[in-house]
């Protein structure tokens, strides 16, 4: 799950990461009373998951309230990557000395936690990176050891400052693994009279976390329907083929060769292993809710997943709702008891995943 | 000869008395794998399919000769199942858990690293050595005993190829699911590395998805150091951009982990490329 800027600088505030004083609004906020809370000049910053805001306008300044109010309109009307502003940061404007890159992510080659610092701040880092390569240091951490003396020394001199970057690498880090962060960004640091100073924040929670971190209970986001139904993948898509596979790289497959035979799925969904007969039905639902599916196509061949089961949600599927053309391709663990059940019900199965899509996507085109 | 695992393997099922342990303990031991002992917390006393259950894994080793683990602990207590199994000094675990959190996932392979113990997994459906041993939840009809390794993050995909590859009467030496990321315990190049040095396979099957650039690295690897043919399929070109397509590595982000970039990179290291199942049997006949 991705963090707001002033849900992240929440967290950096707990941990001790210095951030600056805000007022976090919405459209529904009464401005008079919000923007006497802080002091000129400020930075209105729109609160997007996304980034590039800057270069969309989505940052502004106001040297006063009249101005701030006009601003403040202006970027509630805006759209950053066609994500609407909903909520704004309000924040003093900081009197900036120097500006540097700090990140921990993980480093998937060599499985650890990985510091990522450049001299430069406020630039794009894949940009940096690519420019100006002796800019940026990593440096790996050893999970069981946490950041070591002699590393936070070495950051310290590669990025010319003092001893208070290493409390704040320390912070970044406890972060990091306290929260199942699968990224913090402090893009940019900064140097003020004051000290050092987040200006930005952005952070990822690792949503297979979700069951030990509090911050998924707190924070709402919009329940996507795959959610919604305990499906482990739902991804709508154009077309008018209802695609329900049991295996992500199947799935996959299945999507590719759909495209190869001139057909277009309507979605992509996939049930995810050790799933019962309540699951395939679900996806079904979900699946066939789509109005522009003419016909489904479920895909199976399931190890983990038991044929038995899968029969059982297709026949209560069709029990439970209107009919639908449907082509099924069952094959693996349990398959003979499977296939038995659809077919005392009336319904035909296949073992060729070829002769399923192709049938299904003749289908789609025929009605 | 196959790869990690064959006859003489002797496994341990953590978590055997769930629904999902015991009834895959049952096919795995009508395959013919030796399933010596299993484990749950509270639970030791009972038979699995004639199994003894243990309370712990360092009672389990005590008793019997074991030299692999299968964990089908839930995401939740994986970490901990795969420390004791660990420092029970089992070198060899397959960690078939969906949903461990990351910072979780670095520590189990970390800690491995640190005691010689290998990984595979986690989010797999685990290996096959046709006719020899099974430490997963293949569907076995799919496979037979042949020279062609198959390394594969999915597991369903690896049965969809070997399933086209035994109607042709080609087999498999091993075939591993190194599982769907973003992390590994074991990586593609450590399983070519492994087809590499193994006698009996003649060929190798590398089955890859769209997302992250694993297979741009395996696909360098196979330039310096394999000299056994390569077929490759990438699944996931018709996939859009910036979706989660199942697995949690499989999303092109920004230009990152296209199908086209993985097929590209492959042909360029010398790997036949196979566009879908049914033409890899064929590719593989070419070249045995």
Redesign the interface.
Known sequence: MKLFEFEAKKIFKKYGIPVLDGVVITKDTDLNVALDTVSFPVVLKSQVLTGGRSLAGGIKFAWDKKEALTKIKELFSLKIKKYPVETILIEKKANIKREVYLSIT?D??K???VLIACSEGGVDI?INAKKTPEKIFKTEI???RGLTEYSLRQIAKKLDMGRDLFDLCKQMYSIF?RC?A?LIEINPLVVTDAGLVAIDAKMVI?D??S??QEIFSKIERKENEAEKYGL??Y?K?EGDIGLI?????????T??????YGGKAAN?S?L???TNADTIKNAMKVVSSKPNVKVLLISM????N?MNEMAEGIIVFFKEHDPIPVVIRM???L?EIGKKMLKEEGFDTTDD??EAIQKAVKLSKRC | MAVLIDKKTKVLVQGITG??GS??TK?MKDYGTQIVAGVTPGKGGQKIYGAPVYDFVEEAVAEHDINAAISFVP??FALDAAYEAIDARIQFMVI?A??????D???M???ARAKNARILGPDT?GLISPGKCKM????DR?FKEGAVGVV?????????VC?SMVEKSVGQSTVVGIG????WGTSQTDVLSLFQEDKETKAIVL?G??G?TMEE?TAQYIREHIDKPVVSLI??????LG??????G?IIE?KVGTAESKIEALRKCGSIIA????DIPELLLNVL
């Not at chain 2, 997963?136 to 569907?139: A, F, I, K």
């Open positions: 993980i998937r080659e499985n650890c936690p894949e050893d999970i069981f693994m199942d699968n690792d297979k976390a069951y030990r482990s993948t991804v898509l596979s049991d295996g992500a790289g199947t799935g996959m497959l999507l590719d060769l759909i495209t190869d992509f996939e995810g292993g050790v061949i399931g190890g983990l038991r094959c693996g663990t398959e995943l070829y | 629904r999902t009834f895959q096919i995401a939740k078939t969906e949903g461990i959190p990351n910072v996932i670095l520590k392979i970390q800690y459906p997963g939840v293949h569907p799919f594969s993050k999915s597991g369903a995909l690896s049965y969809e399933k769907g990321g973003p992390l089955l998805e769209i992250g690295k699944v996931g070109r018709s996939a859009p979706k989660r397509m199942g697995h949690a499989a920004g566009k879908i199942p049914r």
